[in-house]
């Protein structure tokens, strides 16, 4: 069973540009998570997508965007690039059930300069 | 808000116990999930028990969760070079996790 799968594995941007993230869950799964993470604050949630629809952002400016198609891939952009956005961000892949524990990918490490 | 901390740093030498541990404040969470994170990777699901669980053993890691002081904690046995990461602990919300500032286990050999 593939596990969960985020490409690019590595960005450089340069400062105002937009970038758009990739990630594909594990088979069967409908519920696509993503979450930044930074030395400074830690691992943070950005939205959860289930169904095509968001069910849940955290607290991110209009920025971060996202979506997700029917096979349950789902896509992340962040416009205007700041300095600050420079992370590594992360998809998590949850199936259903009592137990929903989310499965990672490999994160896509974002450099802004 | 949630609040989970953690000990940024742990160092033990190869085939000792390491014993990582997390403090939380909400303690409405129905799991509690340990992850790890090598270098340049994502996060790994090591374990995690339900919170109506006192510890639960797998294979060398032991999870200990005492809810009446929202501490929990992982025991790794015989701490192998393979095992240093960062591990993270995670609260289950209602959408989303909450993690703690992460350990970096250190494995001198």
């Known amino acids: 069973k593939a596990g969960v799968t985020q490409t690019p594995r590595y960005l450089i941007k340069t400062r105002g540009q937009q970038v758009t993230l990739s990630c594909s869950p594990i088979?069967?799964?409908?519920?696509v998570s993503w979450y930044q993470q930074t030395p400074g604050q830690g691992l943070q949630f950005l939205f959860e997508?289930?169904?095509?629809?968001?069910?849940n952002k955290g607290n991110f400016p209009g920025r971060f965007s996202g979506r997700q198609f029917s096979n349950s891939r789902s896509e992340m952009n962040v416009s205007t690039l700041e300095l600050g956005d420079s992370a590594l961000y992360l998809c998590?892949?949850?199936?259903?059930?009592?137990?929903?524990?989310?499965?990672f990918g490999q994160g896509t490490r974002l450099t802004v300069v | 808000g949630e609040d989970v901390e953690q000990s940024l740093f742990l160092s033990v030498r190869e085939g000792d116990s390491s014993v990582i541990n997390c403090t939380y404040t909400?303690?409405?969470?129905?799991?509690l999930y340990w992850y790890k994170q090598e270098p340049g990777a994502g996060l790994q699901l090591l374990t995690y028990?339900?919170?109506?669980?006192d510890m639960k053993q797998d294979q060398r890691l032991t999870v200990l969760l005492n809810k009446k002081d929202k501490h929990l904690s992982l025991r790794i046995a015989d701490t192998q070079t393979g095992d240093s990461a960062i591990y993270f602990c995670?609260?289950?919300?209602?959408?989303?996790?909450?993690f703690g500032t992460g350990t970096r286990l250190k494995v001198l050999a």
């Open positions: 998590a892949s949850k199936g259903t059930g009592v137990n929903t524990e989310a499965f």
């Open positions: 088979s069967g799964h409908r519920s």
């Open positions: 997508y289930f169904s095509e629809t968001q069910r």
């Open positions: 909400d303690s409405s969470s129905t799991y």
């Open positions: 028990i339900f919170s109506n669980m």
């Open positions: 995670a609260l289950s919300g209602t959408y989303k996790y909450i």
